[in-house]
T-cell receptor, first 112, second 112 residues
Framework: QQQVKQSPQSLIVQKGGISIINCAYENTAFDYFPWYQQFPGKGPALLIAIRPDVSEKKEGRFTISFNKSAKQFSLHIMDSQPGDSATYFCAAAYMSWGKLQFGAGTQVVVTP | EAQVTQNPRYLITVTGKKLTVTCSQNMNHEYMSWYRQDPGLGLRQIYYSMNVEVTDKGDVPEGYKVSRKEKRNFPLILESPSPNQTSLYFC???????????FGPGTRLTVL
């Protein structure tokens, strides 16, 4: 019962382009939406996170857009670089629940 | 250095032979969790612990046990491993489920 659905499964983008990854959730109690980045052979690491009281959060080239009414959030990677090639996971949680639900992941390849 | 350590990093075993994967964190985090990562399925939570002596099931707890006798350690126990438990396992810790999760380096387990 995957509560967070992520798309696409994979993405190829040219250097300098924009990568967009989308996630949708069902549980309206979720109040924390992080994105994790994972390089081959490593554990995931937090990239950026948002709470539902804001519609957008930007950190450098990475932006989360959040649409509470549609129960969707997305990650935009601007000016994509080869070093951004990794697997990206969205996730959702709420504090009193204790669980952290991850999407299935998106493999991003940035070509030179 | 703040970190989450897991041991062993790689393990090949046979069906039915009990094993333990250790996890330790040095960040004084209350929350710890175990995940398994399988291709196409993303990260699925096995068990989590909100604090010492408090553990709860994640989405895929069957065949696994955990204990949290002290804050820094959260071992994962497979009493009778089966081939469908062949996977990449990650331990993570954070202040709570809605805070940054710090992941360990992963343990690749193969059950023959």
């Amino acid at each position: 019962q995957q509560q967070v659905k992520q798309s696409p499964q994979s993405l190829i983008v040219q250097k300098g382009g924009i990568s967009i990854i989308n996630c949708a959730y069902e549980n309206t109690a979720f109040d924390y939406f992080p994105w994790y980045q994972q390089f081959p052979g490593k554990g995931p690491a937090l990239l950026i996170a948002i709470r539902p009281d804001v519609s957008e959060k930007k950190e450098g080239r990475f932006t989360i857009s959040f649409n509470k009414s549609a129960k969707q959030f997305s990650l935009h990677i601007m000016d994509s670089q080869p070093g951004d090639s990794a697997t990206y996971f969205c996730a959702a949680a709420y504090m009193s629940w204790g669980k952290l639900q991850f999407g299935a992941g998106t493999q991003v390849v940035v070509t030179p | 250095e703040a970190q989450v350590t897991q041991n062993p990093r790689y393990l090949i075993t046979v069906t039915g032979k009990k094993l333990t994967v250790t996890c330790s964190q040095n960040m004084n985090h209350e929350y710890m969790s175990w995940y398994r990562q399988d291709p196409g399925l993303g990260l699925r939570q096995i068990y989590y612990s909100m604090n010492v002596e408090v553990t709860d099931k994640g989405d895929v707890p069957e065949g696994y046990k955990v204990s949290r006798k002290e804050k820094r350690n959260f071992p994962l126990i497979l009493e009778s491993p089966s081939p469908n438990q062949t996977s990449l396992y990650f331990c993570a810790s954070g202040r709570d489920s809605t805070d940054t999760q710090y992941f360990g380096p992963g343990t690749r387990l193969t059950v023959l």
